[in-house]
């Protein structure tokens, strides 16, 4: 490596751990009145690998420049993402929640929000790493919990916020993925509601009242349990693979013992382990 490109390099690391480079063109009047929804990134909204996969169809190639080194990241984005960004920004605040570096989150949103749709994003310096389990604070996006929507793939993203979550089946690769273009109609209908909590009856009665199942596939029942990723190596940590015990809050998302046979298909489906995003909770 040449030296000026070093330098570079450098550079945009120091750069990255004092600003954001991400700016959204939305401004605080076209907020006003909105319903705020909170957005996981990976396995959520794209699915990005690392090493090249010939059975893995990427969208784009980026390059992440990560402490000083050049990380490849093959990304996919979810089906329907321009679409449902577009439609859902006309009735909520957009923020990004993620467990991943900020310089992969930023390369990220560059690609999946060239119009600036998102408001900002929160990457794994706002998240708390306590017994393996990474939190993500919505308090720290200040604005009424009444209002806020908070869509992940991993219920471990709910533990302190079950009423405002709800959980989305995992993106891997799948063409066929339509789960955001069901989504759509659901919060139109929930951007008119005073206090959107419980998040899942609410679902429940829109569903009922419609006679529609907004997410017809199987849940993900993969929980990737790991330590708290090395900040030094980019490691992920011990990585255990298992299938997640049945709990109150899984009934509750229709979680069922049908949908838990399928853990053998998702495993065969997982083929790489995100470097820059915390596996257990994204």
Request: hydrophobic letters at 35%; glycine letters at 4%; charged letters at 30%.
């Amino acid at each position: 490596m040449s030296i000026v490109a070093l330098f570079k390099n450098c550079f945009e690391h120091f750069k990255g751990k004092f600003q954001k480079n991400y700016i959204s063109a939305q401004t605080p009047k076209q907020f006003a009145q909105k319903k705020v929804l909170v957005l996981d990134l990976d396995e959520t909204l794209v699915h990005c690998e690392f090493k090249e996969n010939e059975d893995f169809q990427h969208e784009v190639l980026l390059e992440v420049i990560h402490k000083g080194q050049v990380y490849k990241v093959y990304l996919k984005a979810r089906p329907y993402l321009n679409q449902f960004l577009l439609e859902v920004s006309k009735d909520y605040e957009i923020f990004i929640f993620t467990a991943g570096y900020e310089a992969y989150c930023q390369e990220v949103l560059s690609f999946i929000d060239k119009k600036k749709i998102i408001s900002d994003y929160y990457a794994r310096g706002s998240c708390q790493f306590i017994d393996g389990i990474c939190y993500k604070d919505l308090q720290l996006i200040d604005r009424p919990m009444g209002d806020i929507i908070f869509i992940d793939n991993n219920p471990n993203a709910f533990i302190n916020y079950k009423d405002n979550g709800l959980l989305i089946p995992s993106f891997l690769d799948s063409d066929d993925d339509d789960c955001l273009l069901r989504l759509i109609p659901f919060l139109k209908y929930m951007a008119k509601k005073k206090d959107v909590r419980p998040v899942e009856q609410h679902l429940k009665n829109y569903e009922d009242n419609n006679g529609t199942i907004v997410f017809c596939e199987a849940q993900n029942t993969i929980q990737l349990e790991q330590e708290e990723p090395d900040e030094d190596t980019l490691s992920e940590g011990k990585v255990i693979k298992k299938e997640q015990e049945i709990t109150d809050f899984d009934i509750k998302h229709k979680k069922t013992q049908t949908q838990l046979e399928n853990v053998n298909k998702i495993k065969s489906k997982l083929r790489s382990v995100t470097l820059f995003s915390s596996s257990k909770n994204k």
